[in-house]
């Protein structure tokens, strides 16, 4: 059986306040498992500790306690990073490079070169839908086209997991429907996702799985689906009903021809069920 794309199992994080005899407990005994192409969302209101799991997966923070792994490895170890691929929130550029110049700088840090860093290069911008700004300085892109050269270099090295820190942070509706559109397509290649966002909505869209932190517990993680549906409602949803059979649909649906579409739970918003689970906590 292939390794989970990542695993974390017991992870505690305390950071010690300076000049003062406190800690902070960022990550409280955390475990989730993201299975290979799936696209999983954490989410959490500020300071849940979403970040802090991020930057300890990614091998940035060192644990408290507890262990991650990345498709099985240890992601202390500098090796799990080579099929990984981060966005943050903020990325940072060379303003005065242009946009190929960019991949091309980050394809050499990656080790291609030569034709290969070139092909390499021109077909992210293609797939980000910036062929036309290739030559342009980065000083000069916008918010959202900053974030889709973001997504681009974060494919360099053609990773297996993407990791994406609030993706759409500052990109107006139309960028926004981009990046979202661009995260479906991974999935479709089969890049595992972990995403970091504040758009419910977004997350509602393109997430399987989600988890929600409060003050770094997990207080809910599961199918997005199955969080979602509201468990005393039952929704029956028929073609060519009539008022009639509405009154008694039970006894009368078969002899009125009616069809049952589906036989499902209704779903509230996830922005509804985020606030419902985390504003009752103390």
Not at 201 to 224: A, F, P, Y
Request: charged share 25%; glycine share 8%; with cysteine.
């Amino acid at each position: 059986m292939p390794p989970s794309a990542i695993s974390i199992q017991n992870l505690t994080k305390v950071f010690p306040i300076p000049f003062k005899r406190e800690k902070v407990l960022a990550v409280d005994n955390l475990s989730l498992t993201v299975e290979p192409g799936q696209v999983y969302g954490l989410l959490g209101p500020n300071g849940s500790g979403k970040s802090t799991t991020m930057k300890i997966l990614l091998g940035l923070v060192d644990p408290t306690a507890g262990k991650t792994e990345i498709f099985g490895c240890d992601s202390t170890r500098v090796a799990s990073r080579e099929q990984v691929g981060f966005l943050p929130e903020n990325p940072y550029f060379y303003k005065f490079l242009t946009g190929l110049e960019t991949l091309q700088f980050f394809g050499k840090l990656c080790g291609l070169r030569g034709k290969a860093l070139n092909d390499r290069a021109r077909e992210l911008l293609k797939l980000v839908r910036l062929e036309e700004a290739a030559d342009r300085r980065i000083g000069g892109y916008s918010k959202g086209m900053l974030q889709r050269i973001g997504l681009a270099q974060a494919l360099v090295q053609e990773p297996r997991l993407l990791v994406l820190d609030e993706p759409t942070a500052g990109v107006d509706p139309a960028g926004s429907r981009e990046i979202r559109d661009l995260i479906l397509n991974f999935k479709e290649r089969g890049i595992t996702v972990l995403l970091c966002s504040h758009l419910l909505e977004q997350v509602q869209e393109i997430c399987d799985r989600v988890g929600i932190l409060h003050r770094g517990k997990m207080i809910r993680e599961g199918r997005l689906d199955e969080l979602i549906s509201i468990e005393d409602q039952t929704e029956l949803v028929l073609e060519n009903v009539t008022p009639e059979l509405l009154a008694d649909i039970t006894a009368r649906a078969a002899a009125s021809g009616a069809r049952v579409v589906s036989h499902r739970k209704p779903q509230q918003n996830l922005e509804r069920y985020f606030l419902d689970v985390t504003k009752t906590r103390p």
